[in-house]
Every structure is written in C-alpha cells, then in structure tokens.
C-alpha cells in the first residue's frame, strides 16, 4: 500500500488525514483492498502512516462520507460494489450545498452559467471589474410549485482553481444538463481546503415570493402570497488563507421550515 508523506513535510503539502485518506482510497479503488474484506485496525494504520490514531479516523470518516468504507462494532470494511468517491452519495455528517439537507432530495431547478458578478462582489471573489466567473441558481420547488428555497452562488477565482470537480464547469459542454453540485463542500474538504463559513440570517426587505423559476426569476402572487414569510442567508465561504471561495445569497419560505446548518471545516 502506498504510504502518505512523513509528517515533517512540506507545509504546503496536503493535511495528515487527507494523505491517509488519499492511500487508502487508491487501494480501495484499485481493488488492492478487496470489497467485504475488514480494514486494519486503527492502531495498525496509525503504524503503518507513522500518524496518530485520530489522524486514522479522521481519514476513515472521510472515506465512510465516500461511502468507500462502513464501520459497525466488528469494525471497518471496505465497502461492496463499485463505489468511488465520483459516485459518492452526500453523507448526512456534512451538509449538501447549496441549502443544506432539506434540498438534498426535493424537487429543483438548477442552472450554471457563466457571467461576471456584480461590481461589488468583484473584488471579494479576486475578480477584476466584469471578469465572468461560474454562477450557480437553485431553487426548490414544492410538488406544487412554490418556491420552498431559491439561491445564487458566485465563485471565485481561488475555488475554480483549487477544486478540479468544479473547475471542469468552465467548459460550457460540461455546463449542460441539470448541474449536481451537493457534494462542494465534500469537494473543497478532498481538496485540502479549511473552510471557514460565515452566515448571516435577516429578514430580506419588499413583498413576499412564493414562486421561482431556475435563472433565479422570482414569481409574486398565488395562494398564501400576502401572508409568506421568508428568511434570507448570505453565506461566505473562505479557505484557511482568508481567500473567498464562493458567496451565496439564499432566499427561503420560512414556514415550511426552519433553517438548520453544520458544518465542521
């Protein structure tokens, strides 16, 4: 199996548990570890990686959010079938983006495009003046219609460079279709990203909106229009420099629910 940098490495190099994470995932993949077969003990990878023990679970966690590995009280195993981490599924231990669990299995509209965003933004996303970046619009739709959620992210510069799942969206073939992204914070932990996520939660001025359309249009009037509350998220999403990764405005009818976010960077 092959083995993570020694812990006295390059500074830059990626954390611990992700190099840990990272060998035992090549051996997952590649079948050197055999699907159903158990995983060494804790204390046996901690020798083998010259880690300590809770460097090995935090690399096992992450493996476990790939759903590459299960752990019951007989212990680790590599998972059956063939899981990689392209074809993870979202773990409820961390949230799906753009608007946490409630959005992870309800009907949406979501659309990528690429356009600078609003002078502003500009410069918290190192973006100079009308440089285009990649836009994210979600919105979640009731089985009726009604807009249950509706954001809008804008990424920056340091996240379409940092993140390779995201940065292949800057081909607009790849752009096409109905974009996935619920698994970004997922993306930026593989990529050795510290995130900080800074939120701010207010009640956004004029009338309320109880429909929306996936360009992020919203719809006014329907049944229960005058009477819709709506909650509104401004969400920064930082790196462990300081540097912006994504900034996410999220707009939601607050009596369908309330709002709940973890996340642990």
Partial sequence: MAE????????????LYLR?????RDDLVQRRISPGSRLPSERLLA???HVNRQ???SALQLLRDERLVVTDRRGTFAADGAHDQRSAAPSPCRPTFPGGPRAADALVRAA?????????LAGRLSLAPGEPTLVHRHVVLTPAGDSLQRSVTWFSRAALTEIPQLGRYRRRAERCGQPDLRLLYHWMHQAGLRTTHRESIGVP???????G???GTPETGGPGAADAARLYVHRVVSDQHGHALEVTDIDFAARTGAWTYEFGG
Avoid at 20 to 24: E, G, K, S, T
Avoid at 112 to 117: C, G, K, V
Avoid at 205 to 211: K, L, S, V
């Fill in 4 to 15: 993570p940098v020694p812990e006295h490495g390059s500074t830059t190099a990626l954390p």
């Fill in 20 to 24: 840990v994470a990272r060998a035992l």
């Fill in 47 to 49: 020798h083998r990686y």
């Fill in 55 to 57: 460097t090995v679970r």
């Fill in 112 to 120: 990528l495009s690429w356009e600078a965003p609003p002078v502003a």
């Fill in 205 to 211: 001025p004029g009338p309320p909106r109880t429909g």
């Fill in 213 to 215: 359309t996936a360009d």
